[in-house]
Each structure stands twice: as C-alpha cells, then as structure tokens.
C-alpha cells in the first residue's frame, strides 16, 4: 500500500509577513593568525573569532603554510620574528601561493626593520603593526585591509562593525 503524501506550498511573501525567514549570512573571511608564542596567537584569533572573523591561529611559518595550502586565508596575521620562518618569508609564501591574500604583519622587535626593508626592495610592500597590539585598532586595520581587497576584487567581504569592546 503506497501513501500519497500531500504538501501545501506557501509564497515566500506570505512566510515573510508572518516573520518567516531565512537569512543567508556571507562567508566569514578566513585570517591566519600567526606567532610563535602560542598565547598571543590564541588570544588573537579568539578576538577575531568573537568579531566575526574564521580565525585559525598557528604558531610557527611552516604549520602556517601547511594550513594555507588546505584553507587558503584571505589575510595572514603574523608576527615577524619567529624561529625557523620569519614572517616576512611566510607572508611572501602565502601571497605568491595565494594571490589574493592580504597581509598584516606586526612586530616588537626593532630588528625586523632589515626584514621589513629587504621585503620592500623585492617588491613586497606589506603593513607593518607594532606590538603590543592593541583589538580595537587591530580589528579597523583588519577591517580596512580586507575593504580594499573587497573594492579591489568584488569579494563578497563586508566591512568590519564593532560588536563590542574587548581588550588584550
């Protein structure tokens, strides 16, 4: 014995004047938060990730890439000295891999200048933040970073919009 199974359909004009509806979020841009001390990269995609953001952080350049290469990052939050890979031969890495990729760098080192400057001379131009870093001028830069890759690109990346203050 089959059963005739019988739906009624509704006009979607009629879900939503009863406040039915169905509201598709765009993606979350996906950052990398890299450094090598693991707190501070934990810290910082926790803020991110609690304003809006996919963060995954990693806590050295060669998990970084490894991450990327499945998940490409749309901007790369790094620190500059680390062991092993300096960020600034991580964030050259990911934007030759990842074009579209943005990067932020930031550092409390006054050493990084030199990398920093060898990066500039090969034509990587990249911006720089110091740390310590405070979330609200972090988030704009975020923020501002990935409008212009919107504006650039057509990308579906919304502007960043504080939700509430958080401080690290």
């Known amino acids: 014995m089959s059963r005739k199974l019988n739906f009624q359909t509704v006009p979607l004009a009629q879900l939503a004047l009863k406040g039915v509806t169905r509201q598709i979020d765009p993606p979350k841009p996906v950052v990398l938060v890299v450094d090598d001390e693991t707190v501070i990269a934990d810290s910082l995609a926790a803020i991110l990730r609690q304003n809006g953001f996919a963060a995954i952080a990693a806590y050295d ?25 300096s960020g600034v031969d991580l964030a050259i890495a990911i934007s030759q891999a990842t074009p579209g990729c943005k990067v932020i760098l930031f550092s409390g080192q006054a050493t990084t200048v030199d990398l920093l400057s060898t990066a500039r001379d090969a034509g990587h131009d990249f911006t720089t933040l110091a740390k310590p870093l405070h979330p609200t001028e972090l988030l704009a830069r975020i923020s501002e970073t990935l409008a212009s890759r919107a504006t650039k690109q057509e990308s579906i990346c919304a502007p960043w919009e504080p939700t509430h203050e958080t401080s690290m």
């Open 61 to 85: 350049g060669r998990s970084a890439l490894e991450i990327s290469r499945v998940d490409p990052p749309d901007l790369l939050l790094s620190d500059v000295a680390m062991p092993g890979m």
